[in-house]
Each structure stands twice: as C-alpha cells, then as structure tokens.
C-alpha cells in the first residue's frame, strides 16, 4: 500500500491523478486534513485517511498496512518537527520506503530564504531512520511564473530581484508524474533526484518567451532587492509573500536553483516541457 501525503495540493494532486491512471484504488491511499477538499478522490473511490502531522493517533492510523509513503512537507514554520514525526510513525509502522520531496538549492547556508534547511535536515533524519529512501529535490515551479508576473504583467513587465540569474523551471504536474512514477517503480531505492527542467532560463528569457506567445512586448527589469521589498510592503502586500517572492528571487539572482540534470527527463521517459511549452500552460495561451 502506497500512502500520498499532500494530496489535496497541487503537487500532491498530479501525484494522485498519475497513480489513479495506473494503479487500481486499493493499492493506494491518501492522508489528508480537509475531508471535503478530498471528497473528489473518495468519489473516484480512493481511500482518505484523515489527520495531520501534528495529530499522531492520525499518523499512527494512517499508516497502517503501508509499505511505501510519499512525504510533501507543509510550509508550517515547524515542518522539520512534523517530518521528524512522520519519519518516527513510519519506522514503527513497518514503513519500508519513504519518498520525500524537498527542494533543490545549491548551497542552504547562503540562502537569504530562512527554513529552507528543515528538507536537508529531513533528508539527514530519514537516512539516520534506517528507511529506504528516495529524495527528490524539486527545483522551483515554472507554475508560479504568473504569480511573480502579477496581474498587469504586460503593462509593467516582470519586475523583480532577480538580477540575470537562471532557473530550469519545470512543470509543477511533470514533477508530481516523476514522483508517481518513483511510488510504482523499483529501482529508485536509496537515490536522490535533482527534479528540474532540461535547460537553464533568465527572467529576461521568460519575458521574450511571453512576448512571443502572446504577441505583446514584455520586458524584465531586475530590481534592487530593497527598493522591491520596500515597493511591496508600501502597496499593502502580506509580510509573508513580500519574504517569499524577494527571497527566492535573491536566491535566482546568487544561482542558487542553476543545477541542471537529466533526472526529470529520466524519471518522466521523455523530455519535459520546455519554457515555451510550458508558459503557454501556465498563462493560458
């Protein structure tokens, strides 16, 4: 029995909808915390097991009869703990083989984003746990390329800290079908997989890209990373979203995510979408 955590999420969702084309329903099943955001798999008779991290009698009950679990961490600021616990629960479970999706960065200890250490730091505890694992470091979504546009993108162009450093933006539904296929194969015991698009793409390669597809100009500006911060928090924006969007883009800016490879495109058994591909997907064209 494969357990998906997460399912209920976007990556966690294209997981699921890999699994239900290839699998039947009693070979799976999902952990969830909303019973109604999870209703539209029980209605196609996916089993829903429901709790939280932080709810261990729903760990506990969750992962009975589970051979092999896919863990997406939340964005709780206590999520290294909640893996801790979830690692913990699958040892006594009788859990074989973990799967985990953290996140790929080249170097976590000059990364201006705070936390982003709890996945390395979760990759270390489930090595120490004695589980089989795999790990898949996703690189960053090419799916939030509109967030970071904003909504008056071709007025204004992409505006943002991120300098002319690059990132192998790959499709959020490609990284959750990787994933799915890691669940039902073997072979993938005990490896790590850097999961990210085949080539390398500027915010300025984006914007051009755009501009073809849509037949508008768009620009990209790369702005100083205080005046931006200062910009956001002046036009009401969140704290939270103002440390998100500035310190990924700073992270772009220093090559934190440039880490090409190949794994994606192994994992999926053919090339992943490219930047053309895959913005016509995202905005819609």
Do not use: C
């Amino acid at each position: 029995m494969i357990l998906v955590t997460g399912a209920t999420g976007q990556l966690g969702g294209a997981v699921v909808g890999k699994l239900l084309k290839h699998l039947p329903t009693n070979e799976f099943a999902i952990f969830a915390r909303d019973e109604e955001k999870a209703r539209h798999f029980a209605d196609k008779s996916v089993e829903v097991r429901i709790g939280d991290f932080d709810d261990q009698a729903s760990l506990d009950k969750a992962m009975e009869g589970v051979s092999k679990i896919l863990l997406i961490p939340t964005i709780a600021p206590h999520r290294l703990e909640q893996n801790k616990r979830v690692v913990d629960t699958a040892v006594r479970s009788g859990v074989r083989h973990i799967v985990f999706a953290g996140i790929s960065h080249r170097n976590i200890e000059t990364s201006v984003v705070e936390g982003l250490d709890a996945h390395f730091k979760t990759e270390d505890y489930i090595r120490e746990s004695g589980l089989t694992y795999t790990f898949l470091r996703n690189n960053l979504y090419m799916d939030t390329l509109p967030f970071y546009a904003g909504e008056k993108v071709f007025e204004t162009g992409f505006y943002l800290p991120a300098g002319s450093g690059k990132v192998p933006f790959a499709l959020r539904r490609e990284m959750g079908e990787a994933a799915a296929n890691v669940l039902m194969q073997n072979g993938h015991e005990n490896k790590i997989y850097e999961i990210a698009g085949s080539e390398m793409y500027s915010y300025k390669d984006v914007a051009n890209v755009l501009s073809k597809v849509s037949g508008r100009k768009v620009t990209y500006t790369a702005a100083e990373t205080e005046v931006f911060t200062q910009q956001m928090k002046a036009a009401g924006v969140d704290d939270f979203i103002v440390f998100v969007v500035a310190g990924f883009n700073v992270d772009i800016k220093n090559g934190q995510f440039e880490i090409v490879t190949h794994d994606l495109e192994k994992l999926l058994g053919r090339k992943p979408a490219d930047l053309e591909e895959g913005i016509k997907e995202v905005f819609g064209f």
